[in-house]
Each structure stands twice: as structure tokens, then as C-alpha cells.
């Protein structure tokens, strides 16, 4: 058993991480991946991670789970209600909804179709709504759109296609989207790793560029400045960095691995790494 910790976690860190690893490129059973969890909960980090990512197909499968889940809604908005009501039934503590705008030709009534539906299936959880596409006037008019209906957005910054990763400005200009409308976001995909780097095919985003570019942008710094620390690479230079309030927006990004984003944190002196005892 794990000693407890000398020092709490950081609250900065505090369910940071979604656990999503069922999705790729992990793609754990879902029985591992709900064992996994609940033990990496009893863990001195145990408070980095924050809910359990599921896809809506999966519901039937984890009753009796007790794990805050964020649930990734298959279909269209016609299929909110079903799986949702299925929770319910389950017993099951649903805590988001991620949901992605289908209709490319017409996203703001896509993205009113999803509300009409939430409000109809009585969600009364967050519910993140990802826009694809570049920032794009139709793009921004759907990001209007999901913070009158008061939801969030989700964030996509990585693919298992390198080449389909956003760039940095794109990154940036979302950002500063969601923090014009004052609206949460959160990100998925490909932010395994706090600080930017490259594998093989390409560059990845790290989820600590990305909370420094959300302080940048909040704190007044254009979108040329938020996609220059986009790019950064010097790890210690961005942990020295400010994120006070950048967490109150970036709520937290799904990823298949929680090793790999504690292991930065220690390694970049964020997290004190507690030894287990005899």
C-alpha cells in the first residue's frame, strides 16, 4: 500500500487528467481499464485523475461502477437521451457529457439540435461539445452558440494521423475563442506529455503549453503570444511559468496514460513523487 503523502498534491493538478484508457492508442479492455482506475484512485496521486472516459455503448457493461464517468456520446443528439437514461437506471455516476457537432454544413443548428436534446433528456451535468475545424467564421458561430446554451467546449489536439494534428495558431485561436465567451474547455487526444515535442511523424502538443497559453491569453496576451508558448519546448522555463487561474478554464484533458503526464510532473519538480514505504 502506498505511504501517504508528505506533501498534498498541488491543487493546480487536482483531476487533471482524465482517464481514457480505452481509446486509442491505448485501447485497454474496458474491464482492465475500470480495475485500473479504481486503484489508481488509491494511489498518493490518486487526486490527478478525474473521471473515467467511456464511450455511451459502454454503459451497460460497467454497472455497479462507481467511478465519476464522462461519457462520449456515439451518435447524434438523438442519442443523448437513451444511454443517459440507461445510467440512470445502472446507478451510475455520470459527471460530463462529450458529444461532437456532426453536421459540418450547418454546426450552430447542430449544436442547438444538442441542447434541445440535453434540455429534453434532463442532463444536468457539463456537457462538452467539440466543434471540428479550423477557427473559421461558421466555427466561431458555433462556439457563440455553445456558450449561450451555456456548455462547454472539447478541444481535440491530437490524432493518431500526425498530420491531422492542429497547429499551433489553430490551438491558440480556440483557446482564445473559449475565453472571449468565457466559456470551460476541455482537450482530448495526444497530450500524453507536459511539454511540446516530436514523435515520430510529427510534432504533439503538451498539456502544460497548453495551460501556460491559456494563463498567456487570459491575462491579456494576443494569440501570436499564446502560440509561441504553444511551441515552446523548454520544460523548465513553463513550469516556472503562472497558471493560477488557467485551470478555472482548461478543466482537464482525456488521456490514455496517467503514467506518462505524472512522470513529467515529477520530472519537472511540479509534483513531489512520494516513495512507497515498507
Not at 442532463?123 to 458561430?141: C, H, K, N, R, Y
Not at 520544460?235 to 503562472?242: H, I, M, N, Q, T
Given at each position: 500500500?502506498?505511504?501517504?503523502?508528505?506533501?498534498?498534491?498541488?491543487?493546480?493538478?487536482?483531476?487533471v487528467?482524465?482517464?481514457?484508457?480505452?481509446?486509442?492508442?491505448?485501447?485497454a479492455?474496458?474491464?482492465?481499464?475500470?480495475?485500473?482506475y479504481?486503484e489508481r484512485?488509491?494511489?498518493?496521486?490518486?487526486?490527478l485523475?478525474?473521471?473515467?472516459?467511456?464511450?455511451?455503448?459502454?454503459?451497460?457493461?460497467?454497472?455497479g461502477?462507481?467511478?465519476?464517468?464522462?461519457?462520449?456520446?456515439?451518435?447524434?443528439?438523438g442519442?443523448?437521451?437513451?444511454?443517459?437514461?440507461?445510467?440512470?437506471?445502472?446507478?451510475?455516476d455520470?459527471?460530463?457529457?462529450?458529444?461532437?457537432?456532426?453536421?459540418?454544413?450547418?454546426?450552430v443548428?447542430?449544436?442547438r439540435?444538442?441542447?434541445?436534446a440535453?434540455?429534453?433528456?434532463e442532463?444536468?451535468?457539463?456537457?462538452?461539445?467539440?466543434?471540428?475545424?479550423?477557427?473559421?467564421?461558421?466555427?466561431?458561430?458555433a462556439?457563440?452558440?455553445?456558450?449561450?446554451?451555456?456548455h462547454?467546449?472539447?478541444l481535440?489536439?491530437?490524432?493518431?494521423d500526425?498530420?491531422?494534428?492542429?497547429?499551433?495558431?489553430?490551438?491558440?485561436?480556440w483557446?482564445?475563442?473559449?475565453?472571449?465567451?468565457?466559456?470551460?474547455?476541455?482537450?482530448?487526444?495526444?497530450?500524453?506529455r507536459?511539454?511540446r515535442?516530436?514523435p515520430?511523424?510529427?510534432?504533439?502538443?503538451?498539456?502544460l503549453?497548453?495551460?501556460?497559453?491559456?494563463?498567456?491569453?487570459?491575462?491579456g496576451?494576443?494569440?501570436?503570444?499564446?502560440?509561441?508558448?504553444?511551441?515552446?519546448?523548454?520544460?523548465?522555463?513553463?513550469?516556472?511559468?503562472?497558471?493560477?487561474?488557467?485551470?478555472r478554464w482548461?478543466?482537464?484533458?482525456?488521456s490514455?496514460?496517467?503514467?506518462?503526464?505524472?512522470?513529467?510532473?515529477?520530472?519537472?519538480?511540479?509534483?513531489?513523487k512520494?516513495?512507497?514505504?515498507?
Open positions: 500500500m502506498a505511504a501517504p503523502p508528505t506533501h498534498p498534491l498541488p491543487s493546480q493538478w487536482h483531476a487528467i482524465d482517464d481514457a484508457a480505452i481509446f486509442p492508442p491505448g485501447d479492455p474496458l474491464h482492465e481499464a475500470t480495475a485500473t479504481g484512485r488509491e494511489e498518493w496521486y490518486g487526486d485523475v478525474g473521471s473515467l472516459v467511456l464511450r455511451d455503448t459502454d454503459l451497460p457493461l460497467v454497472r461502477v462507481a467511478a465519476p464517468l464522462s461519457v462520449v456520446v456515439t451518435g447524434g443528439a442519442q443523448l437521451a437513451g444511454p443517459l437514461g440507461a445510467a440512470r437506471r445502472l446507478g451510475l455520470v459527471a460530463a457529457v462529450e458529444i461532437a457537432v456532426r453536421d459540418s454544413d450547418d454546426p443548428g447542430n449544436v439540435r444538442i441542447d434541445a440535453a434540455r429534453a433528456a442532463v444536468d451535468v457539463p456537457i462538452f461539445i467539440e466543434v471540428p475545424g479550423p477557427p473559421t467564421a461558421s466555427w466561431l458561430a462556439a457563440d452558440e455553445v456558450a449561450a446554451c451555456e462547454r467546449l472539447k481535440r489536439l491530437g490524432h493518431v500526425h498530420d491531422l494534428i492542429p497547429e499551433s495558431p489553430t490551438v491558440a485561436a483557446i482564445d475563442a473559449a475565453l472571449d465567451r468565457e466559456t470551460r474547455f476541455k482537450a482530448t487526444a495526444g497530450l500524453h507536459a511539454v515535442h516530436a515520430e511523424g510529427g510534432g504533439a502538443h503538451g498539456f503549453n497548453v495551460l501556460v497559453a491559456t494563463q498567456v491569453l487570459w491575462d496576451g494576443s494569440v501570436d503570444d499564446a502560440t509561441a508558448t504553444l511551441e515552446e519546448r523548454d520544460g523548465a522555463a513553463l513550469a516556472a511559468a503562472d497558471i493560477s487561474s488557467a485551470r482548461f478543466t482537464s484533458f482525456g490514455c496514460s496517467v503514467t506518462e503526464p505524472l512522470d513529467d510532473l515529477i520530472s519537472l519538480g511540479l509534483v513531489e512520494v516513495v512507497d514505504t515498507p
